[in-house]
Nanobody, 124 residues
Framework: QVQLVESGGGLVQAGGSLRLSCAASGRTFSMYTLGWFRQAPGKEREFVTAISWSGGTTVFADSVKGRFTITRDNAKNTIYLQMNSLKPEDTAVYFC?????????????????WGQGTQVTVSS
């Protein structure tokens, strides 16, 4: 069982930066693939990025590639999403998710545990 709690969301102007954190409980945190998804009003939840258990592999959605960075600190049971050059279209609720599998998937169905989400609003 893994519990995930996101933090760090807020309101930022276009071009600005935010760093989201996701703190996890559970002794096997280091064995999970972890990802970030987002959901804008009226839209489906979409993949943003994910990181392998070792941190050696990362995958990004094309829409955030080059602007967002994902890292993990297994000693602190925490992952981070650094978001730079934010755009109004990045506005959404951002969710942290954990997958017990080894491979990185972009679909929500592969992820076993989810956080409650944190709101990110980018003003133009």
């Amino acid at each position: 069982q893994v519990q995930l709690v996101e933090s760090g969301g807020g309101l930022v102007q276009a071009g600005g930066s935010l760093r989201l954190s996701c703190a996890a409980s559970g002794r096997t945190f280091s064995m999970y693939t972890l990802g970030w998804f987002r959901q804008a009003p009226g839209k489906e939840r979409e993949f943003v990025t994910a990181i392998s258990w070792s941190g050696g592999t990362t995958v990004f959605a094309d829409s955030v590639k080059g602007r967002f960075t994902i890292t993990r600190d297994n000693a602190k049971n925490t992952i981070y999403l650094q978001m730079n050059s934010l755009k109004p279209e990045d506005t959404a609720v951002y969710f942290c998710a954990a997958d017990q599998g080894v491979l990185i998937y972009r679909t929500t169905s592969h992820y076993d545990y989810w956080g409650q989400g944190t709101q990110v609003t980018v003003s133009s």
